[in-house]
């Protein structure tokens, strides 16, 4: 018969084995557009490894600015293909590592039901005050609207509208907050479980603007975390690209 202090000491020794062996921090830098996926990944990732991802959102400028001066990155999750590369270039990302996790979907977005048609007509004949963008100098996704306004010819007669947030997160806020009627933000913002969660909007057809490529890069400094090896191993994960789906992302 098993003495009660030896059951509890052989459960907990079957509790151990089942958990990581070391868990560990990483410190993600995560572009402003993927923080709602983000959030919902670190959790599932945490639940499932025992590690822990420790996030900083901001528009992909910035954050390659903040690597640049030596912030303690681990992981970058760009808005771009382009910085990641830069940053291998630069001997601050680790060669071979950098892949592809989302591909970004643009959107023309009001808060207002029924504001936005079908067609994104409201740009040429709507009524409205100020439109959003993210800053096309430090986030992708103002380019890509620049790039949408100017494909559609209506660059010009809505440039005296144009409001600018930091990044993608701060156009949104704009919106949100109706200090815009209208904003070209990031799918993801607006779409939860594959459907636009309030307002009303247009889903910007991709040749509009050039591929939103989003790369990972390891950076240097997550070189020896096995919490930033497990992360860029997570996120090429069936889970984790379902859920990255479910925010309007492609693949």
């Avoid at 572009?31 to 959102?57: C, D, V, W, Y």
Wanted: hydrophobic share 45%; charged share 15%; proline share 5%.
């Amino acid at each position: 018969m098993v003495s009660v202090p030896n059951l509890i000491l052989w459960i907990a020794t079957l509790v151990s084995l089942s958990l990581p062996c070391q868990s560990a921090e990483v410190n993600a830098a995560v572009a402003a557009n993927f923080a709602a996926p983000m959030q919902r990944i670190a959790m599932a990732f945490e639940q499932e490894t025992g590690h822990k991802a420790i996030l900083s959102f901001g528009s992909t400028g910035n954050l390659y600015a903040q690597i640049r001066n030596g912030a303690p990155f681990q992981i970058l999750l760009s808005a771009d293909s382009q910085t990641p590369a830069k940053l291998e270039s630069e001997g601050l990302g680790l060669t071979g590592s950098r892949f592809t996790y989302a591909v970004g979907t643009l959107v023309l977005w009001s808060k207002q039901p029924g504001f936005v048609d079908e067609k994104g007509d409201v740009l040429r004949v709507g009524k409205f005050e100020r439109i959003a963008i993210a800053n096309p100098k430090l986030a992708p996704y103002g380019v890509a609207a620049l790039q949408t306004l100017t494909q559609l010819g209506v660059l010009s007669s809505v440039q005296p509208k144009l409001v600018q947030g930091e990044n993608i997160a701060q156009a949104f806020q704009f919106v949100a907050t109706e200090n815009a009627q209208l904003g070209l933000v990031a799918l993801s913002q607006v779409m939860v479980d594959g459907k636009i969660a309030q307002g009303s909007a247009w889903i910007v057809p991709s040749k509009l603007h050039a591929p939103i490529a989003q790369d990972a890069v390891l950076l240097v400094k997550g070189r020896d975390n096995p919490a930033a090896a497990a992360l860029m191993r997570y996120l090429q994960s069936d889970r984790v690209k379902t859920i990255i789906r479910s925010y309007g992302y492609t693949q």
